[in-house]
């Protein structure tokens, strides 16, 4: 039997680092990406990664700590033991890719230095500059280029993903390879995989403007959703608090401009018209610090932003008048500054054209990151408490230690695995870790520990004497999927052929008007009443993509085509995000719900997942039982002041 | 071609420019068009209605929805390479008024601020043309193939933590470790020349950015372990000595990484390692 072969789709951190660990183990990969990998979003992330780390550790903090500030933060909706799994991994994570060279700040004695990050009191978050995505993603691309030259791994850049081929029906349905397209000469083809890895990361572009790249639509993603895999969770998207708005797209400003020590504000004073330096510190008002004096700025994600959302929208405290607030670092040493966040103060001097060691920053919140994602199972380590536990404190025993196999047993072909056999989910396009909210600097551990731990469930899962190989399947299989996307692709073009010209029809409006629809109704504050006024909407946009017509008819490196195809798939996963939020009848981490504002464990301490109803083309969402047998779910308060507890929440959404 | 950085305009013109920039205006982007390869060139003009904010990728998302010339033709949408739209993954990288930069930094604010400005785009023009500003830089991965810029681990399990470094050394690399693949460089570079035949990517100058790396990981304690294959690599023909010394490329680098200094530190280098290899007799 000749060699089996895997296929990553997606050259960001996970899908690069599952690439580096399954050619390691000797199977051949196919690695596919919409741009050459070295330019995936992963260069977009800034602030950090988390990791127990000796200094921390002798403080009292602890991997088991650092799992259980993330269930905590993610408001107790993700899956309990990959999370276990992922904290203890976090430290030697650090060490291999200190190993593979990423330049990590260092202290004066030549130890990698640490910063703060939201959701914790420890300094756990190790750094590269402000630009510590990209420098995970160069040392991941350049291991990748080593296999590469080995012949080890075979790059197809500027090829796009269209379609899983799969065989069998329900639970023996089975992943066997994909449909992908070069977006250069527009070839088809179908590709053979004994299984497949989806590492394609989120889906800003559904909410139009965003902090993500101009890739992430989604499509890949819902094209899965279409063909049987279950979405998890997928109302759960993430605002993150500070962004600088723009006309293209929304920068985004790092947490680490808070972990160094940048203070959130607003004159107390509406319409105030003082520059910022001029107004004295009593005349300011640092929100954060005063309703949550523990944590301060460094409050999570979701609780920064419905706070700013409050001060801007309900209060019109806004500065200017406008959706903005102070994001203010001037008070620290301008030469720190550039050594810390050199990177990001760059991109904001850049493009506002104001230096912001000197000048306060003007930020507001913007989409930003999928909890949510492709539904994954996992096979349990061997850590089971006889009940789960309360909250952990910071110098407690811990009720594990931070060995491998507790969370996960390590290379089970099921980790990370959806519901279709063969066909994994890695990365932020995974459900598995962050629940309702991620934590600042997690996200590049969960990509990176997918790759790595779960790698080898792909392994063991080709190899499995059980797993069948692909060489001797029919070869109708996949002809069936290249002309189900051929004559998707011919309908496309020819729509450009006989354009009526009609705007309603035109792609990118389409696309522009399900991102406002989606920013309006389904971020911040949500509401029943609104959510089924957007679903309304993205019924009626689905009528007119059934009729979209093209500007292009080029048969060579049609670009509109592509943005065109993605935009149908948007439509479809927008659906199921609003419909599992209308259904979501409580709040929960980045789910607020104006009509539901408290929490309720007792029907809602559920995964949603979303199936795709084949004859009704619409989204069928179940909620069943988080699995949660290692920490009990407590009251999430980030130590909010007693004085603000009469307002717990914004008042109001304009939306 | 044109001057690479010609028309560079000072950060005062810039600010200024800023300053006095009408919103609600109209500008004209002037857009040097190809069908694909060996099909020719021709020149297209757009009037795009700008914002205070309004960059380049903003305004090419607006003909991508309004595909219509100044000439009131209807055209198709105009394609181009992006990616992050924040400068750092280089995807965006065009000719703009004469000079080689990243499309989502350029402000038409700052260089378009009177009514019916024109800004000009072109494709690159070291690299082959794939459709109108999008270009295939494949090349220069290759070249760090050509240079093995990776540290040689001895694989992913866990063996510990890597070398120790100091603060002023980890800032040193990181510097290097910037360069986000662009080609900004190389644009700049009259030594640097298209060359579409992959058979003579080994033989052709490799430019500034690869050599860069080479610096950079010869610079690591365990990336030291190929210095001799890196800096062979650059020994021959298209190798370092290829360097004009023109020093355009850490004009145009939008990262700041000192290019020529990583030219003149690995060309020190190739020297030594050419003396001891002579005198090793190998």
């Given at each position: 039997m000749a060699e089996q072969r895997v296929i990553v789709v997606g050259g960001g951190l996970a899908g690069?680092?599952?690439?580096?660990?399954?050619?390691?183990?000797?199977?051949?990969?196919?690695?596919?990406?919409?741009?050459?990998?070295?330019?995936?979003?992963?260069?977009?992330?800034?602030?950090?990664?988390?990791?127990?780390?000796?200094?921390?550790?002798?403080?009292?903090?602890?991997?088991?700590?650092?799992?259980?500030?993330?269930?905590?933060?993610g408001d107790f909706l993700a899956d309990q033991h990959p999370v276990l799994e992922m904290a203890n991994?976090?430290?030697?994570?650090?060490?291999?890719?200190?190993?593979?060279?990423?330049?990590?700040?260092?202290?004066?004695?030549?130890?990698?230095?640490?910063?703060?990050?939201?959701?914790?009191?420890?300094?756990?978050?190790?750094?590269?500059?402000?630009?510590?995505?990209?420098?995970?993603?160069?040392?991941?691309?350049?291991?990748?280029?080593?296999?590469?030259?080995?012949?080890?791994?075979?790059?197809?850049?500027?090829?796009?993903?269209?379609?899983?081929?799969?065989?069998?029906e329900g639970d023996e349905k089975r992943c066997v390879g994909i449909v992908a397209q070069d977006m250069?000469?527009?070839?088809?083809?179908?590709?053979?995989?004994?299984?497949?890895?989806?590492?394609?990361?989120?889906?800003?572009?559904?909410?139009?403007?965003?902090?993500?790249?101009?890739?992430?639509?989604?499509?890949?993603?819902?094209?899965?959703?279409?063909?049987?895999?279950?979405?998890?969770?997928?109302e759960m998207i993430q605002v993150h608090p500070t962004a600088i708005p723009g006309a293209d797209k929304l920068r985004l400003m790092s947490e680490s401009a808070r972990g160094e020590g940048g203070r959130v504000w607003v004159p107390r004073k509406k319409g105030d018209t003082r520059r910022p330096t001029d107004i004295p510190?009593?005349?300011?008002?640092?929100?954060?610090?005063?309703?949550?004096?523990?944590?301060g700025n460094i409050v999570p994600r979701d609780i920064a932003t419905r706070e700013i959302f409050d001060i801007c929208v309900n209060e019109g405290m806004g500065v200017d008048g406008q959706n903005q607030v102070y994001l203010d670092l001037t008070h620290r040493d301008p030469e720190y500054l550039t050594r810390k966040l050199g990177g990001i103060l760059d991109i904001y001097e850049k493009f506002v054209g104001v230096d912001p060691r000197f000048t306060p920053m003007k930020i507001f919140p913007a989409v930003h990151y999928s909890m949510g994602g492709l539904w994954t199972d996992y096979t349990p380590g061997d850590y089971m408490p006889d009940v789960p536990?309360?909250?952990?404190?910071?110098?407690?025993?811990?009720?594990?230690?931070?060995?491998?196999?507790?969370?996960?047993?390590?290379?089970?072909?099921?980790?990370?695995?959806?519901?279709?056999?063969?066909?994994?989910?890695?990365?932020?396009?995974?459900?598995a870790y962050h629940g309702a909210n991620r934590l600042g600097a997690n996200a590049l551990l969960s990509c990176i520990f997918d790759g790595l731990c779960n790698g080898v469930s792909v392994v063991n899962f080709v190899r499995d004497s059980g797993t069948p190989g692909v060489d001797g399947l029919d070869q109708s299989i996949y002809d069936r999927v290249v002309r189900q996307e051929q004559e998707k692709h011919d309908r496309l073009v020819n729509s450009a052929r006989s354009a009526t010209g009609d705007e309603a029809y035109n792609p990118y409006r389409i696309a522009k008007e399900l991102g406002d629809e989606m920013t309006a109704a389904s971020t911040v504050v949500k509401t029943g009443e609104r959510l089924e006024r957007a679903l309304a909407?993205?019924?009626?946009?689905?009528?007119?993509?059934?009729?979209?017509?093209?500007?292009?008819?080029?048969?060579?490196?049609?670009?509109?085509?592509?943005?065109?195809?993605?935009?149908?798939?948007?439509?479809?996963l927008a659906e199921a995000m609003l419909k599992a939020g209308l259904l979501r009848k409580e709040s929960r981490g980045a789910h607020y719900r104006k009509d539901f504002p408290e929490r309720d464990d007792e029907n809602f301490f559920k995964t949603s997942i979303a199936r795709f109803n084949p004859q009704t083309q619409q989204s069928d969402i179940e909620f069943v039982p988080v699995r949660a047998p290692l920490v009990l779910p407590r009251a999430r308060t980030y130590g909010k002041a007693d004085t603000k507890a009469g307002k717990p929440q914004p008042a109001a959404a304009h939306a | 071609m044109s001057g690479a950085y010609a028309h560079e305009y000072n950060a005062e013109t810039r600010r200024a420019n800023r300053q006095r920039a009408k919103p609600g205006r109209s500008i004209i982007l002037k857009i040097k068009r190809c069908d694909g390869p060996g099909k020719p060139s021709r020149w297209e003009s757009f009037k795009v209605p700008v914002e205070p904010g309004s960059n380049v990728i903003s305004c090419l998302k607006y003909i991508a929805s309004h595909p219509v010339t100044t000439d009131g033709k209807r055209t198709t949408p105009v394609v181009w390479d992006s990616g992050c739209l924040e400068e750092v993954c280089g995807a965006c990288t065009m000719v703009i008024n004469g000079r080689v930069r990243q499309s989502c930094s350029c402000l038409i604010d700052e260089y378009a601020p009177d009514e019916g400005d024109t800004l000009t785009l072109e494709p690159m023009s070291k690299f082959p043309v794939i459709r109108d500003l999008w270009v295939d830089r494949e090349r220069m991965f290759h070249a760090l193939r050509r240079v093995k810029a990776w540290v040689p681990i001895d694989g992913t399990y866990n063996l510990g933590p890597g070398p120790k470094?100091?603060?002023?050394?980890?800032?040193?690399?990181?510097?290097?470790?910037?360069?986000?693949?662009?080609?900004?460089?190389?644009?700049?570079?009259?030594?640097?020349?298209?060359?579409?035949?992959?058979?003579?990517?080994?033989?052709?100058?490799?430019?500034?950015?690869?050599?860069?790396?080479?610096?950079?990981?010869?610079?690591?304690?365990?990336?030291?372990?190929?210095?001799?294959?890196?800096?062979?690599?650059?020994?021959g023909p298209g190798g370092i000595t290829d360097c004009g010394n023109a020093q355009n490329c850490v004009k145009?680098?939008?990262?700041?990484?000192?290019?020529?200094?990583?030219?003149?530190?690995?060309?020190?280098?190739?020297?030594?390692?050419?003396f001891t290899r002579f005198f090793k007799g190998r």
């Open positions: 690069l680092a599952a690439s580096v660990r399954i050619a390691e183990a000797g199977l051949p990969v196919d690695l596919f990406s919409m741009v050459p990998v070295k330019r995936s979003h992963s260069v977009c992330a800034q602030g950090g990664i988390n990791a127990c780390n000796e200094v921390a550790r002798q403080q009292g903090y602890s991997e088991y700590e650092h799992f259980d500030e993330t269930i905590y933060g991994w976090a430290p030697n994570i650090i060490d291999l890719l200190d190993r593979m060279g990423v330049p990590f700040n260092r202290t004066a004695e030549g130890y990698r230095d640490l910063r703060l990050f939201g959701g914790s009191l420890f300094k756990r978050t190790h750094f590269a500059g402000a630009t510590t995505g990209q420098q995970l993603l160069y040392a991941l691309d350049e291991q990748t280029r080593r296999y590469e030259s080995e012949g080890k791994v075979k790059k197809y850049e500027f090829w796009e993903f269209l379609w899983p081929v799969t065989q069998g250069r000469t527009m070839q088809i083809r179908a590709f053979r995989a004994a299984a497949v890895v989806m590492a394609t990361g989120g889906n800003g572009l559904i909410f139009g403007k965003s902090t993500n790249s101009v890739i992430c639509t989604g499509g890949a993603a819902s094209r899965c959703y279409q063909e049987g895999a279950w979405y998890g969770n997928p510190e009593a005349e300011r008002y640092y929100f954060l610090e005063e309703r949550y004096p523990a944590y536990k309360p909250a952990h404190k910071s110098g407690a025993p811990v009720p594990v230690d931070n060995k491998m196999g507790h969370g996960l047993t390590i290379g089970a072909p099921n980790n990370m695995m959806s519901n279709i056999k063969g066909l994994y989910a890695f990365g932020e396009v995974n459900f909407k993205v019924a009626e946009l689905r009528d007119r993509y059934a009729k979209v017509e093209l500007c292009d008819a080029a048969s060579w490196t049609n670009q509109s085509l592509s943005f065109a195809r993605a935009t149908g798939d948007m439509l479809i | 470094e100091s603060p002023e050394h980890q800032q040193m690399r990181y510097a290097l470790s910037e360069c986000m693949t662009c080609g900004c460089c190389l644009e700049a570079c009259p030594q640097y020349l298209q060359e579409s035949d992959p058979e003579k990517w080994d033989t052709s100058f490799i430019g500034a950015a690869a050599i860069n790396q080479v610096r950079l990981f010869n610079e690591h304690k365990t990336g030291k372990r190929l210095k001799a294959d890196r800096l062979e690599a650059l020994m145009v680098c939008p990262k700041g990484i000192p290019l020529t200094e990583s030219i003149a530190a690995v060309g020190r280098s190739t020297t030594v390692h050419a």
